[in-house]
Nanobody, 123 residues
Framework: VQLVESGGGLVQDGGSLRLSCATF????????IGWFRQVPGKEREGVSC????????YYTDSVKGRFTISADNAKNIVYLQMNNLKPEDTGVYYC?????????????????WGQGTQVTVSS
Protein backbone atom coordinates (compact mmCIF):
# COMPACT_ATOMS: atom_id res chain seq x y z
CA VAL A 1 0.00 0.00 0.00
CA GLN A 2 1.40 3.36 -1.02
CA LEU A 3 -0.09 6.83 -0.93
CA VAL A 4 1.32 10.03 -2.42
CA GLU A 5 -0.13 13.46 -1.63
CA SER A 6 0.20 16.55 -3.76
CA GLY A 7 -1.42 19.93 -4.22
CA GLY A 8 -0.38 21.79 -1.11
CA GLY A 9 0.88 25.35 -1.22
CA LEU A 10 0.56 28.89 0.07
CA VAL A 11 -2.74 30.70 -0.33
CA GLN A 12 -4.38 33.75 1.14
CA ASP A 13 -7.28 33.72 3.54
CA GLY A 14 -10.39 32.79 1.55
CA GLY A 15 -8.46 31.01 -1.17
CA SER A 16 -8.76 27.46 -2.47
CA LEU A 17 -6.57 24.42 -2.96
CA ARG A 18 -7.20 20.91 -4.16
CA LEU A 19 -5.18 18.14 -2.58
CA SER A 20 -4.71 14.83 -4.34
CA CYS A 21 -3.93 11.44 -2.83
CA ALA A 22 -2.73 8.93 -5.39
CA THR A 23 -3.05 5.36 -4.14
CA PHE A 24 -1.09 2.31 -5.22
CA UNK A 25 -1.12 -1.35 -4.38
CA UNK A 26 -4.66 -1.88 -3.15
CA UNK A 27 -8.25 -1.83 -4.25
CA UNK A 28 -9.89 1.39 -3.20
CA UNK A 29 -13.29 -0.31 -3.05
CA UNK A 30 -12.22 -2.13 0.12
CA UNK A 31 -10.63 0.77 1.96
CA UNK A 32 -11.32 4.07 3.62
CA ILE A 33 -9.13 7.01 2.70
CA GLY A 34 -8.79 9.66 5.33
CA TRP A 35 -7.31 13.14 5.27
CA PHE A 36 -5.55 14.31 8.42
CA ARG A 37 -3.70 17.48 9.29
CA GLN A 38 -0.86 18.11 11.71
CA VAL A 39 0.20 21.38 13.24
CA PRO A 40 3.37 21.51 15.37
CA GLY A 41 2.49 21.32 19.03
CA LYS A 42 -1.02 20.05 18.41
CA GLU A 43 -2.56 16.63 18.05
CA ARG A 44 -3.09 15.27 14.58
CA GLU A 45 -6.66 15.97 13.49
CA GLY A 46 -8.88 13.88 11.25
CA VAL A 47 -10.33 16.19 8.63
CA SER A 48 -12.31 14.05 6.22
CA CYS A 49 -12.84 10.47 5.15
CA UNK A 50 -14.38 8.56 2.27
CA UNK A 51 -15.17 4.85 2.30
CA UNK A 52 -14.74 2.81 -0.82
CA UNK A 53 -16.79 -0.06 0.60
CA UNK A 54 -19.96 1.70 1.72
CA UNK A 55 -19.70 5.27 0.42
CA UNK A 56 -19.67 6.85 3.86
CA UNK A 57 -18.24 10.37 3.90
CA TYR A 58 -17.17 12.25 7.00
CA TYR A 59 -16.07 15.82 7.68
CA THR A 60 -14.92 17.31 10.91
CA ASP A 61 -17.15 20.19 11.98
CA SER A 62 -14.63 22.93 11.27
CA VAL A 63 -14.47 22.13 7.54
CA LYS A 64 -18.11 21.28 6.80
CA GLY A 65 -19.40 23.39 3.95
CA ARG A 66 -15.88 24.36 2.87
CA PHE A 67 -14.11 21.07 2.06
CA THR A 68 -15.28 18.35 -0.29
CA ILE A 69 -13.78 14.88 -0.51
CA SER A 70 -14.19 12.81 -3.65
CA ALA A 71 -12.70 9.78 -5.33
CA ASP A 72 -11.84 8.90 -8.91
CA ASN A 73 -11.96 5.13 -8.75
CA ALA A 74 -10.63 4.72 -12.27
CA LYS A 75 -7.49 6.68 -11.42
CA ASN A 76 -7.25 5.53 -7.78
CA ILE A 77 -7.03 9.14 -6.62
CA VAL A 78 -8.84 10.78 -3.73
CA TYR A 79 -9.23 14.54 -3.78
CA LEU A 80 -9.83 17.08 -1.05
CA GLN A 81 -11.18 20.31 -2.46
CA MET A 82 -10.64 23.06 0.08
CA ASN A 83 -12.48 26.33 -0.39
CA ASN A 84 -12.69 29.45 1.74
CA LEU A 85 -9.48 28.49 3.46
CA LYS A 86 -8.67 30.06 6.81
CA PRO A 87 -5.36 30.54 8.60
CA GLU A 88 -6.38 27.85 11.08
CA ASP A 89 -6.43 25.34 8.21
CA THR A 90 -2.65 25.65 8.01
CA GLY A 91 -0.77 22.41 8.56
CA VAL A 92 0.74 19.36 6.96
CA TYR A 93 -1.99 17.33 5.33
CA TYR A 94 -1.65 13.58 5.13
CA CYS A 95 -3.80 10.98 3.46
CA UNK A 96 -4.03 7.53 4.95
CA UNK A 97 -5.70 4.24 4.12
CA UNK A 98 -7.25 1.52 6.20
CA UNK A 99 -9.43 -1.54 5.60
CA UNK A 100 -12.38 -0.04 7.44
CA UNK A 101 -15.48 2.11 7.00
CA UNK A 102 -15.40 5.83 7.69
CA UNK A 103 -18.04 5.11 10.31
CA UNK A 104 -15.02 4.27 12.47
CA UNK A 105 -13.03 7.39 11.51
CA UNK A 106 -11.44 8.76 14.64
CA UNK A 107 -11.66 5.42 16.39
CA UNK A 108 -9.83 2.93 14.18
CA UNK A 109 -6.13 3.58 13.54
CA UNK A 110 -5.07 4.08 9.93
CA UNK A 111 -2.07 1.94 9.04
CA UNK A 112 -0.80 3.30 5.74
CA TRP A 113 0.24 6.93 5.32
CA GLY A 114 1.57 9.27 2.69
CA GLN A 115 4.46 11.66 3.18
CA GLY A 116 2.29 14.75 3.65
CA THR A 117 1.87 18.04 1.84
CA GLN A 118 2.14 21.48 3.42
CA VAL A 119 -0.83 23.84 3.33
CA THR A 120 -0.24 27.41 4.49
CA VAL A 121 -3.01 29.97 4.62
CA SER A 122 -1.88 33.53 5.19
CA SER A 123 -4.08 36.15 6.83
Amino acid sequence: VQLVESGGGLVQDGGSLRLSCATFGFTFDDYAIGWFRQVPGKEREGVSCISGSDGVIYYTDSVKGRFTISADNAKNIVYLQMNNLKPEDTGVYYCAAEFVSCNYFGYAPFGSWGQGTQVTVSS
